[in-house]
Antibody, heavy 118, light 110 residues
Framework: EVQLVESGGGLVKPGGSLRLSCAASGFTFSSYNMNWVRQAPGKGLEWVSSISSSSRSIFYADSVKGRFTISRDNAKNSLYLQMNSLRAEDTAVYYC???????????WGQGTLVTVSS | QSVLTQPPSVSAAPGQKVTISCSGSSSNIGNNYVSWYQQFPGTAPKLLISENNKRPSGIPDRFSGSKSGTSATLGITGLQTGDEADYYCGTWDTRLTIGVFGGGTKLTVL
């Protein structure tokens, strides 16, 4: 059974940093592209970042470019999101999601809440 | 403001059919597969439709998807109260080089 478990969320002050982790199991992690998607309270889904299986290709939404860094450790079956210079508008539930094939987000974690507030 | 445009809400009676539209452009829907996700309050989204019109294992055939040009549509027949949820369309945007979602549509089964 595919499982994705996020951790690392919490309360952080504006300008602070946080590192999210996503532990994957039940599939060959190194064969799949992975993504971070977030959802602000009461709002819709926002694609944050994507990383290819080999880490060769990485993409970011403009809203986080230069502040967030996605990475992965295939030996540890783990996905990460380093978030720096956090702003109030980064407050959201952050989900890690597996990319198919087929091209879609076919499995999602339960999410971890990040709150940026003074 | 979302790159893909969905109606904020739709409603229909139990047993009836409803469609949810998703409008985009040539850089996203026009040249990439569309997927649809269902989300109940307080839970993670779940894949409903992939590759425009394919249902993953376990998704009832009451749910269907289609795509034409730069628009896509999710159809739900035989509506049940348990279908009340938020529905999102998503795809890759070749110009932005990032995934994009619609703003979401809240389905109410009256």
């Amino acid at each position: 059974e595919v499982q994705l478990v996020e951790s690392g969320g919490g309360l952080v002050k504006p300008g602070g940093s946080l590192r999210l982790s996503c532990a994957a199991s039940g599939f060959t992690f190194s064969s799949y592209n992975m993504n971070w998607v977030r959802q602000a309270p009461g709002k819709g889904l926002e694609w944050v970042s994507s990383i290819s299986s080999s880490s060769r290709s990485i993409f970011y939404a403009d809203s986080v470019k230069g502040r967030f860094t996605i990475s992965r450790d295939n030996a540890k079956n783990s996905l990460y999101l380093q978030m720096n210079s956090l702003r109030a508008e980064d407050t959201a539930v952050y989900y890690c999601a597996r990319d198919g094939p087929p091209p879609c987000l076919d499995h999602w974690g339960q999410g971890t809440l990040v709150t940026v507030s003074s | 403001q979302s790159v893909l445009t969905q109606p904020p809400s739709v409603s229909a009676a139990p047993g009836q059919k409803v469609t949810i539209s998703c409008s985009g452009s040539s850089s996203n829907i026009g040249n990439n597969y569309v997927s649809w996700y269902q989300q109940f309050p307080g839970t993670a989204p779940k894949l409903l439709i992939s590759e425009n019109n394919k249902r993953p294992s376990g998704i009832p055939d009451r749910f269907s998807g289609s795509k034409s040009g730069t628009s896509a549509t999710l159809g739900i027949t035989g509506l049940q109260t348990g279908d009340e949820a938020d529905y999102y369309c998503g795809t890759w945007d070749t110009r932005l080089t990032i995934g994009v979602f619609g703003g979401g549509t809240k389905l109410t089964v009256l």
